[in-house]
Each structure stands twice: as structure tokens, then as C-alpha cells.
């Protein structure tokens, strides 16, 4: 153990491995938010009631039907994501042509349903969720010891963000969206069905939310209101990185991440806040955001 | 659909009017000495602290609404300001002893100068990014508060004493307080309609309508943005330093984000950018929170579920649907 500015080699790690972790669910959840911005131009406020579902509809999978947690991590987000194609079809779709703002209070009331809803049928207390079986223990890396599961969520993320990249920035699936993000009217007229387009992209932002929510259900407890706080850093993330890219949502989360969880080690009373002060310079000097474009 | 579909203009929010014909002063005339009127009476038959409660978060509303109605700035952090003054003037009166009206000028100083921290950043993003910096800033003085030793984290600050407006009228009493409460109020509601009434409000419905047609014509719009944010800042927390004197407490609920949610919520219900919206909108959420307290997690949901049937069939709220039904302003 060596001792570096009285903080032991192991809490460091140990704390850079949380705040890794942290990274990777505030990636994955901003990455869905810049998605669903870029064509809906809608903040969705839902995105944390969306994760916190991912992590119920995985409890309920394995506590109602017996589905255990490699299911659940494909289940989960169809299910949730279907769940936000019916949200879109039925309310958001009607806002499109108003202010932005009207998009955001909207999200933000179907949050405080959905969070209601669970708090009343499942209180506040929150449940645990079992880590699968082939993800217990774990290794003696020699500097700190690294629990799969905790391993397994950082790549599995990694994969995920990667692969909604590689999905927009180089197929032609993301290429239709991303015509359609620049100018929808003119990628319809060119005989893409849009409004489709714009259905299925919600439902696959919400769909990631949904699957941040299953990851994160054997590390959290599975409670109604997991998803209130981490939305609001979510956010603060969003304003850092701006949302004009996709590289930009996943480097800004995982490295604010990082950042929190070296604050826990070196100034724990400031770790709460950490990020939203970085949010704070961020906007004097570089208003736009660190990979945003000037709209 | 997307932000560079510049063809489609966005629909307003707020009314868009002139300045003030005569009939229409006449009108305002009548109705501020009607609600005058209600006030007094109100007491009478309903509870005094309920009307105190509602007075206070309608006054909450009303500073929000400055921001929304007439600015077109969604702050998704108004609870800061709120909590904030109701914390301050809850320790002055309580720890140093203050008189009321000191401890409330403190609070509300406290807010206003928050209130310039958070206004000076966030008004450099619009739109969106402007509620989500408010809403992230709110949350950094929502911990804040939850660490700072004088605001005694989960427990808040109990017991706070009322004491002796100027040193002697006693306001333990809840109908000297109500007095007092219900001229703060009207005084600060016509404060506000000044406001919006005057030159620097019509500025601001430039600024709402055309921002960079405003800014050519040679109005530095982020100052008026940045003076409104100060002032819907020190108004909210005019309202949180009341309301600590009315409940006797301040805590952590009064800074959370669902507070700033309640204020929009009374706001939206009420109608956005209209002057006697935010107190309708108080009297019905307030009392659906009084009535509905046992019910638990369901004001919750009953909230969400008039924010998703205001936003999408009731944009108006009660009062603009009234002022269109009656070709007046409200």
C-alpha cells in the first residue's frame, strides 16, 4: 500500500472504480437524452422515471414470473421502450409544434405519475435485486480488488455506448436519423417516414434508460425514487457536454463520473456538488458546452 | 420539429398585449380591490393559517410567473430562492433574535443575491439549458443546504418565533400575522403588476417575443433578463420568508425540486403570464395538498396528472380561459 497524500492506493481505486460506474449510467442515460433531443427537440424529463422502471420491470421480471437477470436485460428495455413508443404516440407527439417548454413539463408531470404510482404500491424503502450468479465475487487485481459485477457494468456500457455510436454515426439507419435531425421536413420529402422515425428513436432513448435501470438494479437498491436525483446530475452532465454529439455525451459522462468519485476521495463534503460547479465554469468559459455547437 | 425549422414560429407562451388602455386600468382597479375584498373575509370562513399558506405560495407563483409569463424563462429552480429566505429568516429569527421585518429583508436579500449567482449563469443558455441550468443549480444549494450546519439537515429549523413586528405588534398572534401577511402580499402583488406594466415589462415582452430584433432596436436583453431573474428571485423569497413565519419551519422540502414543480404546477393552473393566475392556482393546489395530505403518494400523482392535462389541452390555465371567454385581461 503505498500512502499518496494520506489516502490509501485501495480507497483511491476503490473510489475511481464508483465513480466509474457512476460515469457509466450517467453516460448511457445522457447519450438516450442528446438522442431524443437531437430529433424530438424534447427535454424528457421522464428519462430518470424511465431508468428507475428498467430497474422495476427487471424486480418484478424475476419476483412475478421467475425471469431471471440476463433475460431481464433484454426484456426490461423493450418492455419500457415499448412503453415510451405508446407515450409518443399518444401525448408527446401533440407538442411538437409548440414552444420546447411545454415538452419538458409535460415529461416532467409523466415523471411525477410514474414515481407516484411506485411509491404508492412499493413505498420508498427500496427492494434488493440479486446479482446474477455468474457475476459474483470477484479479483485481487494487486492494487484493489475489482467485484465482477462492478467490472461487468463498466463494460457492458462501454459496449452499449459504442454501439448507439457506431448505430448513428455509421449506418444507414443513423444516417436517416440524422438527416432527419438536421432537417426533417426535407429527409420526409425525401420518402423517409419521419413521424416513424421520431417514434422509434424515443423508444430507443427510453429503451436505454430502461437498461442503465437493470444494470443498476443489483448495485442500488430498486426504489421509486432512484431516478429523481441521478436525472438532475444527468442533466448537469447534458449542459457540460452539450448535446450536439454523441462522442461528446459518453466522454463527458464517463469522465464527470471520474471526477465525482476522485472528489468523494480527496473532498468528500464537496462530492454532491462537484459536478454541478463544473457546470457552473463551464458556462462562463465555454458557454456552449465542451463539444456543443452554438445553436 | 427541430430546432432549425425556423419556419414554423413557436407558439407564444403568455398573453401578447400593449401597454394599458384606461377601461382596462379601470378593470385592474376593480379586481385588486375585489381580491382585497376576499382577502379580508376570507379568515372569517376558512382556516387563517391555510389562507396565510395560500397567500404565501401564490405570492411564490406570482414571482415565478414575472419570470415565465412575461421573460418566457422556465426556471426550473425557484425553490432555491424560496428555501433559501425561508432558512435565513428563520435563522435570524430564531439563533440572532431579529425582529420579523429584519429577518424577513435578510431572506429576501439572500435570495436576490442567489438569484444573481444563478441568473448570471444560466441566462447564458436559452430555452431549454436555461430551465435545466436552473434546475442544476437549484439542486447544488439543495445539498448545499443539506451540509451547511445552520439549516440542521434533515431536521430543519423547528420553532421559529414569530416575534414582534418593529419591535411591537406581536405576530404570535394568527390574526396579527394575517394582517400582516395580507398587506406583505397585496403590496408585493402590486409591485409586481407594476413591474409588468411598465416600461421595463414591455422591454421584456420585446425581449420574449423577437430577442435579437429586441437587442438591434439597442436593448441589452441580458440585463433585462439578468434584472427580472433578480427580481422573480427576491420575490420568491419574500414568499419563503413569510411562509417560515407562517409554519414556524424551514426545511429541506421548502429547497427540493419539487418545490420548484409546485410553483410551476399553481402557475400552469392558474394561466401562465396572467396577473390573478398564480393565486388561483394556489387556492386549488393548495388545498388539494391540505385535502389530500392522508392520501400519501397520490397528490404526487394527482399533480403529474393535471401537469400532463394542462400542457395538453388547458395551456390557458383557469384564468386565461376566463380572460379569453370574457375578451378581458386578467
Known amino acids: ?295 | 420539429m427541430t430546432a432549425h425549422d425556423a419556419s414554423a414560429p413557436a407558439a407564444a407562451i403568455g398573453p401578447t398585449s400593449a401597454s394599458l388602455p384606461r377601461e382596462a386600468m379601470a378593470t385592474y382597479r376593480l379586481l385588486f380591490l375585489g381580491l382585497a375584498g376576499l382577502i379580508v373575509v376570507a379568515p372569517l370562513v376558512i382556516y387563517p393559517v391555510f389562507v396565510m399558506t395560500v397567500l404565501c405560495f401564490a405570492l411564490f407563483a406570482c414571482a415565478f410567473n414575472l419570470l415565465l409569463g412575461y421573460a418566457g424563462l422556465l426556471s426550473f429552480g425557484h425553490a432555491a430562492f424560496f428555501g433559501m429566505a425561508a432558512y435565513v429568516t428563520g435563522h435570524a429569527a430564531k439563533v440572532w433574535g431579529l425582529t420579523p421585518e429584519l429577518a424577513i429583508l435578510l431572506g429576501v436579500a439572500a435570495s436576490a443575491g442567489l438569484g444573481l449567482v444563478v441568473g448570471a449563469l444560466a441566462i447564458r443558455r436559452q430555452g431549454i439549458y436555461f430551465s435545466m441550468i436552473t434546475l442544476a443549480l437549484a439542486q447544488m444549494v439543495f445539498f448545499f443546504c443539506l451540509q451547511a450546519k445552520f439549516t440542521h439537515g434533515e431536521d430543519g429549523i423547528q420553532a421559529i418565533p414569530r416575534g414582534a413586528l418593529f419591535g411591537v405588534i406581536d405576530l404570535s398572534d394568527d390574526w396579527a400575522l394575517y394582517v400582516f401577511i395580507a398587506v406583505v402580499f397585496m403590496a408585493a402583488l402590486l409591485a409586481l403588476f407594476r413591474i409588468v406594466h411598465s416600461p421595463f415589462g414591455q422591454v421584456l415582452k420585446a425581449i420574449r417575443e423577437n430577442e435579437p430584433r429586441a437587442i438591434s432596436l439597442g436593448y441589452d436583453a441580458a440585463r433585462y433578463k439578468l434584472a427580472t431573474f433578480v427580481l422573480s428571485a427576491g420575490f420568491a423569497g419574500l414568499a419563503g420568508s413569510l411562509k417560515a413565519l407562517v409554519s414556524q419551519i424551514a426545511t429541506l422540502t421548502d429547497v427540493h425540486w419539487s418545490m420548484s414543480g409546485e410553483a410551476i404546477l399553481i402557475t400552469l393552473v392558474g394561466g401562465v403570464g396572467t396577473v390573478f393566475g398564480p393565486i388561483v392556482g394556489s387556492v386549488i393546489v393548495i388545498a388539494m395538498q391540505n385535502y389530500l395530505a392522508q392520501l400519501g403518494a397520490w397528490v404526487t400523482v394527482a399533480q403529474g396528472v393535471i401537469f400532463v392535462v394542462c400542457v395538453l389541452a388547458f395551456r390557458e390555465g383557469i384564468v386565461g380561459v376566463l380572460a379569453r371567454r370574457l375578451k378581458m385581461r386578467l
Open chain 1, 1 to 295: 500500500m503505498i500512502p499518496f497524500l494520506d489516502i490509501s492506493t485501495q480507497a483511491l481505486f476503490g473510489q475511481l472504480l464508483l465513480g466509474l460506474i457512476n460515469g457509466s449510467f450517467y453516460a448511457m442515460l445522457s447519450l438516450g437524452l442528446a438522442v431524443i433531443f437531437g430529433l424530438l427537440n424534447i427535454i424528457n424529463f421522464t428519462h430518470g422515471a424511465q431508468y428507475m422502471l428498467g430497474a422495476f420491470a427487471a424486480w418484478m421480471l424475476l419476483n412475478y414470473l421467475g425471469i431471471g437477470y440476463w433475460w431481464a436485460l433484454l426484456l426490461a428495455p423493450l418492455i419500457v421502450g415499448a412503453t415510451g413508443v405508446v407515450l409518443e404516440r399518444l401525448l408527446i407527439s401533440r407538442l411538437y409544434k409548440l414552444d420546447h417548454i411545454y415538452g419538458l413539463l409535460l415529461t416532467f408531470g409523466l415523471a411525477l405519475i410514474i414515481q407516484g404510482l411506485l411509491r404508492n404500491q412499493y413505498g420508498v424503502s427500496g427492494m434488493p435485486y440479486a446479482m446474477p450468479k455468474e457475476l459474483m465475487g470477484g479479483r485481487n487485481l494487486g492494487f484493489m480488488f475489482l467485484p465482477n459485477y462492478r467490472a461487468w457494468v463498466i463494460v457492458a456500457s462501454v459496449i452499449v455506448c459504442f454501439g448507439t455510436w457506431f448505430l448513428i454515426e455509421r449506418t444507414r439507419l443513423g444516417a436517416y436519423l440524422r438527416a432527419a435531425t438536421e432537417n426533417a421536413a426535407l429527409t420526409q420529402a425525401f420518402g423517409i417516414n419521419v413521424p416513424l422515425l421520431v417514434t422509434l428513436t424515443y423508444g430507443f432513448g427510453v429503451g436505454l434508460a430502461a437498461l442503465a435501470g437493470v444494470l443498476a438494479a443489483p448495485i442500488y437498491s430498486v426504489n421509486p425514487n432512484m431516478g429523481a436525483d441521478i436525472i438532475i446530475v444527468v442533466f448537469a452532465v447534458v449542459v457540460i457536454g452539450g448535446m450536439g454529439s454523441i462522442l461528446g455525451a459518453i466522454v463527458s459522462g464517463f469522465s464527470l463520473g471520474l471526477i465525482e468519485g476522485l472528489t468523494k476521495v480527496f473532498y468528500p463534503e464537496a462530492s454532491t456538488t462537484v459536478i454541478f460547479v463544473i457546470m457552473a465554469i463551464v458556462l462562463l468559459v465555454k458557454p456552449a458546452g465542451l463539444f456543443g455547437r452554438t445553436a
